[in-house]
Each structure stands twice: as C-alpha cells, then as structure tokens.
C-alpha cells in the first residue's frame, strides 16, 4: 500500500513537472518584448500543488526547476540563478500563505490573492538579482513589473481554477499512461523497424554520434564549462564577438535553433540598463540624460557575454546526461510527448487547444 502511495505521488509530480514544460512551451509562442515580462504560466502546477505536503512540494520545486532548465537551456548561464531564487522562494512563499489559510481556518488569501503575491515577490527577486549583474539601472522596470505581476498572477490562478488541474489530474494521467501503451504495442510491431530508423537517424547528427561516445562527450561538457567561464573574464569586445561566433557554432553543430531575435531583445534591454548609469566620458546628451562611454562598453560587453553563454547553455541541453536516462526524467518527458501530442492533434487556435487537452467542454 505504501509503494502504492509512494508510485502514485511520483505520477503526480512527473505529470506536473510535464505539465510546467508544456506552458513554458506556451509561452514560448505567445510574444515576448523584454527578458522578464512573462506570464509566468508553469506557475499554473504550483498552485495545483499547494497542497502537498511539505517534502512533496520541495522535490517537485526542486525538478521543475532543475528539469525546466535543462531543457530550457540555461544551466550554464547566471538565468539559472535568478531561475532558482525566485522560483524557490515566490514558490514557499505560495506554500506557506496557503498553509496559513488551513492553519487559521478562514479564506484569509483566496487563490488570485497567493498567486498575485508569488508573482510580486518573483518579479522583486529578479530585478534584485539582475541588478547585481546589470547595475541599478534595473530597478527602472520594477514598478512596471510589479504591475504586470498583479496581471500574471492573476490569470495564472484563473487559468488554474479554470483547467481544473487538481480536479482532473487523475485523469490526464490515465489518459497519458493509455496512450503510453498503446505507443509501447506499436512499437513492438514495429521494433526492428523503429532500430534500423533509429540507427539511421545517429547517423544524421554529429551531436548524436558525440553523445555515443562517453569520453568524448564528457570532454564537450568540460568545455562548454570552461568556455562558458571564461566568457565572463573577457573584457575585449572584439574577443567576445569570436566567442559569440564559436558559441553560435556549436550550436548549430548541436542541432539547436539561433533566435536572434531573442538575443537582440536581451541586447537591447541590457544596453539600456547600462546607459541608465552614466560612467566615464560623456558621448553625448539628450536633454538633461548623459550617455557615457564607460555605460554603453559596459551594456556590449554584458550583453555579448549574456547571448555566449545562452547559446552554450542551449547547446549543453542536447548532451546525453546521466540524469536524461533516469527513470523519473524519461516518465517526465514522456508525459510531456503525449500533452503536446493531444495539443498539436488538436484542431483551432491556442486557446482552443489548450481546451482540449484538458478536455474541458
């Protein structure tokens, strides 16, 4: 009975984990003009997990974190810092409010009311953090992004009461592992033929072929690393754009997609931030603002730092870790396969799809 509870709570947080790397896919498509303001929408799992008890809750905060990262492809760059930090503390923060409410006996914070006060204080954690990076130019978007945070927090606990996903975690899960099964029947029809396509398909990929060999890919990994550290003790800009170029490189080599715009967007904000805080000789004025040399070197020189190691992190991600071959990594990406497959099978707009993954008439 025991391994029976034991099992069932794994399904529960390899589902939800899944399920915070499927709106993070949502998010993804939705459009985005600045590195922070997000909706936050793998938010929408914590709040289905309140909950949990304590232990329970922290694995699941720790995985998602760790798990969003990786595939995210951020573990090599100072994103995953501010990833961890905010994400553990708005997340405990959601937890003990929550708990409080049980402890008092009365509705003292409703869901809308937790879930705007996570996204605050997860806002408030990343300006604090990026400033320590980026200066104290960062703080100018603070009052906009706790405005947006009252917003995200908002729909993140509408979308949460609306999916139902307490209510109907249960079944989603039966419904993946359904599907899971009839995938397991045709592909023992079909085991020779999925080898030889398999087979054919390492051929295709140098990364792939890397990932075969052991030695070689712990050698790759060692150098990501140093590459990445490296990165941030260059000072010379001509320097860092090689850096870029190499980074971008392998990343291609590695099978993973340049968004430049995303880069020019981080650019652009890092930049901004910088010029905010005048250093050095005066370029030139406009009005009553200084725009400084030392602050526009400072915003290249960080931002091209910034895109490096984004674009190493993304290429990290693609090796074959010992943790992608675990157990509770594979349940997670296979939970997170069958969501996006019922999404993409979906016919309409996102929103409709998203209804009809969670089946909701």
């Known amino acids: 009975m025991r391994n029976l509870r034991k099992s069932l709570l794994t399904n529960k947080i390899t589902f939800l984990i899944a399920l915070s790397l499927f709106f993070s896919y949502i998010e993804t498509i939705l459009p985005k003009f600045t590195p922070f303001f997000k909706l936050g929408l793998p938010n929408t799992i914590v709040l289905s997990a309140l909950n949990f008890n304590f232990p329970s809750f922290f694995l699941l905060i720790c995985a998602k974190t760790f798990i969003s990262s990786l595939f995210g492809g951020t573990l090599l760059s100072p994103f995953f810092l501010i990833s961890i930090c905010q994400s553990f503390i708005s997340s405990f923060v959601m937890f003990f409010l929550n708990k409080l409410n049980l402890l008092m006996q009365k509705r003292l914070f409703s ?165 905010l805080v005048p250093n050095g000789e005066v370029l030139f004025k406009i009005g009553s603002f200084f725009i400084t040399k030392g602050a526009v070197f400072s915003g290249i020189t960080k931002s091209l730092k910034l895109s490096i190691v984004a674009s190493l992190s993304l290429s990290l991600c693609s090796m074959d870790f010992t943790i992608k071959k675990s157990f509770f990594f594979t349940k997670v990406m296979e939970d997170f396969r069958f969501l996006m497959q019922i999404f993409n099978e979906s016919d309409g707009n996102i929103f409709k799809k998203i209804k009809k993954t969670f089946e909701i008439e």
């Open 111 to 275: 869901i809308y009311g937790i879930s705007i006060c996570g996204a605050s204080i997860s806002s408030f954690i990343q300006i604090l953090l990026c400033s320590v990076y980026l200066g104290k130019g960062t703080f100018v978007i603070l009052g906009p992004m706790l405005v947006f945070a009252i917003f995200s927090g908002f729909f993140t606990a509408f979308l949460s009461e609306y999916l139902k996903i307490s209510k109907n975690m249960n079944f989603l899960i039966n419904k993946i592992n359904k599907m899971q099964k009839k995938l397991e029947l045709q592909e023992s029809s079909n085991s020779q033929k999925n080898l030889q396509t398999q087979q054919l398909q390492k051929k295709k990929k140098i990364i792939e072929r890397i990932n075969l060999n052991p030695k070689m890919s712990k050698m790759l990994i060692i150098f990501l690393a140093i590459l990445t550290f490296s990165t941030f003790l260059v000072q010379n800009v001509f320097m860092l754009c090689v850096f870029l170029i190499i980074s971008f490189s392998i990343q291609i080599v590695s099978g993973k997609q340049i968004k430049f715009f995303n880069h020019v967007v981080l650019w652009f904000f890092v930049i901004f931030c910088a010029i």
